[in-house]
């Protein structure tokens, strides 16, 4: 009987977390792909390409913080508030714009 609670209330933790995966994946990186892949990933309507490390250094220039503002608030008419992830908090969408910047930004050492 104990146990049975035990184990159900880390079942619930866990789905609390930032992601039911193990492993070496980024906690942004499921977010990306449900809803800001639809954009970034080709540039939909002049979105920053993900790997696009010109696009998105410029973008950085303006700091993390505004970027995920506009990620929160939208960047009308091309990017929609919260980037279509109604459900996600403003930790998730910050993960989602820290999972796209690592993605992108490395290539500027190539
Ligand atoms: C419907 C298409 C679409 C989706 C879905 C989308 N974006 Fe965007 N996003 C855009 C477009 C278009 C722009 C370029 C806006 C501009 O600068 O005019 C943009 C710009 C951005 C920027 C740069 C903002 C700035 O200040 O330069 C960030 C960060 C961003 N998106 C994050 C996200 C995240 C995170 C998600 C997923 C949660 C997401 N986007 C989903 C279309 C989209």
């Given at each position: 009987?104990?146990k ?17 995966d ?76 820290d999972?796209m ?10």
């Amino acid at each position: 009987m104990r146990k049975w609670w035990f184990g159900g209330w880390m079942l619930l933790l866990g789905a609390c977390g930032q992601s039911a995966d193990v492993g070496p994946t980024h906690p942004g990186e499921q977010i990306y792909l449900n809803t800001c892949f639809s954009c970034h990933a080709a540039g939909v309507a002049g979105a920053p390409r993900v790997g696009d490390a010109q696009d998105w250094g410029a973008r950085l220039q303006k700091g993390r913080d505004v970027l995920l503002r506009h990620t929160i608030d939208g960047v009308p008419p091309g990017m929609p508030a919260k980037g279509l992830c109604r459900d996600c908090s403003e930790v998730e969408l910050g993960q989602a714009v820290d999972y796209m910047l690592e993605k992108s930004l490395p290539a500027l050492e190539e």
